[in-house]
């Protein structure tokens, strides 16, 4: 890459004329967030549960509306109507219970716990899993590990028949929605998943509240919607207006049996209770005994699940601090507000930093300093059900994100602990990198054993780097899979972004009742420090975006991602064997070195246009325009092959599990299948593509030596 | 290495002449080994338990003498008197409690077990391991999970003070010997070792009598016996003879506090009532709570053991088949007979094939044939007090070993299953590698989860070969480190030594009473077929051992195995740091070329040397002696520093934990240490020893080619 001697605290893409203006800015981003704030927001939000579609989360929206017009500004409240499932309001979401040999009834809600008042309150959520089909079944029982479809295919050989039986499947591994689909794509009745000791338990630490490790009754809520696009399921590719058309739900995949979670105190019942052969490696739990395949004929479940499926009302909030210079330019920072519960952790870690990043602009805009390209603090409903909020707000301004998104910062769950963490499409990871060398890094996680004091002087850059690999000259940066409010924006938008925050609470409340403030406070600490350090690396981040000449987007980023990507692409097509075992990447590879020389030539036209004396402000802008219009390059019109929703060909997350990202989604699929036409036909598409994105650095970088080059195709 | 087409199944080292009469005799020794006899000889010396220096022991010798007579064969009954440490008659050597804050006596004996007769024998031992000292010990505790050399040294960064207090340790990862050392070494007033479900237990399967795994009240006995010296712990490097001069027990360095195994059961009771911090990554094991580091100050156990340390009589039992062409060169199979209990697995395993083999051998010669070396089949006692026997054994005969050893091979515990495996000094493994391609394979272990059928026709070697990695192109022979017989003969006399065996049998009942026939018949099988596969394999091995015109030692095995412990010797320097990260191994690097060059000019040698009209007996006879007379160039004639008994330079056990192999013993220790000076001379003197064993090397092809070369120097 370029030569950005001192490294990442110089200011990438920032006339040098401007360079002292943004320091001072920065200055003041990173003294503005204030623990104290951060704790006023949290307890405002985390007050009460607020499920999506429910008065709580009414509350939720209005609060929020009124703390950014406290703040000074401009507030959207969008409002969207999806289909949520929601359990009935009697406290009878669902019953579990042994039937045969004997009658055990077994829990489905979490008790209180001694000294944590939220857990006391009446009528908290029962456990469910949302969009789990309305039943009453009872049958024998089979256990299927995480319920991957891997676990699935092994008990196929190992003659054990899932068809009519309920599946017992644990927790981890996969996305819940993907262990019930399988089961009922095997012919399950039913599903109960549960948290098992060894992955979320005693095993892992100690229990709340004495530590913050899974209690025995403890459940993990959530949704299990499994379709080929993200948002509202009834109004995939457009936005869930109050009177948009809308599918018939019948013509939907939604699940067809019931499922239901539970605590380990109620899996442990039944599973001590099975016959016959001991699971194969890898499938024994953290239960004292050893965990078997199969129920035997005797054992019997009875499990009810009762929900109701229907459209709800719920809204996104936005607010928006306009920028002085290029107002139509975005970006955005979010989390979204929903909860399964009180959700002190999920959102709430995330969404308080959105609110706290908006009053630190909002607070520097009433001192006279405006951003020059536009800022907005998002924070979406509904993405508990199935990421639905943002997907709906893309889907509305989805021209106006694809010409105007600069990038999109995701939030979601950001603070839960004091180890910083970042995912981040790879030209926007050097800026998060940069920031991270100018915040304090913080004291260790409460109850890490033996800690080692935080070096004085210490940044969250030298923390985060003492924590790769011993020979790594950088922090990792990871890539960005499924699973929350970026999906909209980057997969389906093609807007660069990004998720961070931190780690490192011992414990996990996950989607459960216990995921309040009394529980956030004894893991992750009641100082509100990880916040506050959090919030100051998503104000610097944000400035540098908002505010530099040239939107800092490193295109020397690529080749090292995508050569990671094609080594590790040819490791899986080794292992699958087959037509596709030897795929030839060449063409691939070739155009990674043309892309390689492009932002050799952009990084140093743009450090010569960006010193005193360089490149005038017009030309700083059409290179900007330039290098996000590249961004674009990577959209595949269609969408990519069985799911045309998604639509970005650098990143996608994967098919079987969920959560993970899939790199290079196209040529991964068609190794996956291993159908060796197809590959070669993705891989001549992604050279392609390759090309395309190295022709807009090729322009931007003729730009900033001012070589004239399409201004009219930059206006765009 | 040279070019033995076909590979393994040539007769490597035989003159042409002989080869049809060698497949004979190998046919013969395949046929021979019958399950009957196998399963009688189990029988006969499983049948009451058997610890060293009891009466049970005596019966046993008695019993093993009267079988090799039976056989035909010479019998040397080698008594010898070591110094043994044994619970009272009374069946009272421990008393494990809790006596505050509440007083819970916890069991310290092992249970019946519904349908094992043999566990319900009266007057079993109750759990004990060997030379613990007596003592009554009331304290606090600290959990040091395996207690290793590691486990002790986080302790120490945890601030945690085991000074005083009774350590709780679990079983694996190390010799228990260790264990207790190192709790001593910090202070520690005594040490309770338990057998932990996640290492043998439910986790790992189905309990005894369902599976074969450990039971709650299931515990190890073992000794704990730590010295820089195996064999008699009062006559290091002399034989124990009655009237040896012995050292004063004061001034060896044995334990000096109370030691004590017990089942998970028992551990359960005082794990659970521990206090404060949770365990660090690793230490936690599969009981249902968070294990905790301390104890805290109201919980208090107390530990009582009683035992008498003397000298006790017992002796080995080694039957002579006399070789009728080199009578003074031996080739040794053996395998101890005393145990901790019935001892059906460990040692009888093993045991009963040394029997069977005898009983072959003793039949062929019967039949007329008769080896050209001697065979000699020995049965050691005391092993499990600290591998006495045969330490004894070698001391008695070192220099009869290390002038006509050919080779030994250790059977300790051989059969538990169906899987073959072998551990081999590197010029032995080809020969192992090539008998297995004439053994055919068996079928799978008992309990195995949807076993795959053995296809019709597979041999051993096709089984062995599918278990090793994907793209071996040779079934994996590993090195031998400590914990058995052969260790006299391999790293004290220089004799190559291999061990065999196969595993696979789903369960553990090592070092318990139920280790016995009711289990092993459950877990490894009744059809007594993994034994005559193994018997089989024995057999072949000694044939070619013991016949070969020139011993087939593969010299060309040194290069590629002392390349990869140079590897792995700088990946470890590299992960320890400091003066010695990046030792120089440019001498010993090119003394492996050297020696390369050597065994490739050394095969096409004998190749052409066994060929028909190839060289004279004579010679093969003085290039054998060569070959024999080289592998004695690796000992060191003063030992390894600081353990001067240990005198094998390429291969000894470790010096932290007692099971593992350290190759290249000096070299290791000086990386160990950060020595580097030290270092760099233990790489000189290690390539100085490659050059002489190359040395021997070339002088056998040179012998081989007609070359001449010293007669004289051989006949030694």
Known sequence: GGGWVGGGVGLRGFAAARVAGQRQAEAKLLELPAPESLRSFHEMFASEPHIAGTAGDMRVIAGL????????????????????????????????????????????????????????????????????????????????????KADFEELVRMGVDVRGTIVLARYGGNFRGYKSLFAEQFGAAGVIIFTDPEDSGYAKGLMYP??????????????????????DPLTPNYEATEDAPRLDPSAV?????????????????????????AVPEGWQGGLPFTYRV?????????????????????ANVVATLRGSKFPEQKVIVGAHHDAWSYGAGDPLAGTILVLESARSFAELAKQGWRPERTIQFAAWGA???????????????????????????????????????????????????????????????????????????????????????????????GNLGGGSDHVGFYFHAGVPSAAMGSSGGRGTSYHSNYDNLHWYRAVVGDDYLPAQMNTRIVNL????????????????????????????????????????????????????????????????????????????????ASASALLRDGERAWLAPGGLPGRAWYRH??????????????????????????????????VARLAEVLGRVGERIDAAAAVLRGEGAGGGAVGK
Do not use: C
């Open 649 to 682: 060909q650098f990143m996608a997350n994967d098919e079987d599990s969920g959560y993970a990202a899939w790199s290079l989604p196209e040529v991964r699929l068609n190794i996956e299948r291993r159908n060796a036409d197809q590959l070669a036909r993705s």
């Open 294 to 314: 199969e129920g035997g004929p005797e054992l019997k479940v009875r499990l009810v699940v009762r929900q109701d499926r229907g459209i709800h009302k719920t």
């Open 253 to 277: 995949g939604l699940p067809k049996i019931p499922v239901q979670p539970v605590g380990w105190s109620a899996a442990e019942k039944i599973l001590s209770r099975m016959k016959g052969a």
């Open 541 to 620: 981040t944000v400035a540098r975006l908002a505010n530099a000449d040239v939107v800092p987007l490193d295109p020397a980023a690529y080749p090292p991602a995508l050569r990671g990507m094609l080594d590790e692409l040819e490791k899986r097509a080794g292992e699958l064997g087959g037509a596709t075992a030897k795929p030839d990447f060449g063409a691939v590879r070739r155009a990674i070195d043309g892309l390689e020389a492009s932002a050799d030539r952009y990084n140093a036209a743009l450090e010569r246009a960006t010193a005193e004396g360089g490149a005038d402000a017009g030309a700083l």
């Open 65 to 148: 509306e009124a703390q950014f017009r406290a703040m000074g500004l401009e507030v959207e409240t969008h409002w969207f109507w999806p289909y949520l499932s929601l359990p009935p309001g009697d406290g009878k979401a669902a019953e579990v219970s042994i039937v045969s040999p004997e009658v055990v009834e077994l829990p489905v809600a979490e008790p209180p716990v001694e000294g944590d008042p939220f857990s006391s309150r009446p009528g908290l959520p029962v456990g469910f899993n949302a969009y789990a089909a309305p039943g009453d079944v009872t049958a024998g029982v089979v256990y299927a590990n995480y319920g991957t």
């Open 383 to 477: 993405e508990e059900f199935g990421i639905i909020g943002s997907v709906e707000y893309v889907e509305r301004y989805r021209e106006d994100l694809r010409d105007h998104g600069v990038a999109y910062i995701n939030l979601d769950m950001a603070t839960m602990g004091s180890k910083f963490w970042a995912a981040a499409h790879p030209p926007l990871a050097r800026t998060i990198i940069d920031v991270t060398r100018l915040v304090p890094a913080i004291r260790p996680d409460p109850g890490t054993r033996s800690p080692k004091p935080t070096p004085p002087g210490w940044t969250v850059y030298q923390d985060w780097l003492s924590r790769a690999g011993r020979e790594s000259k950088a922090p990792t940066v």
């Open 210 to 231: 004495e530590g913050g490790f899974a209690t025995p009754r403890q459940l993990q809520m959530g949704s299990i919607l499994v379709l080929p696009y993200p948002g």
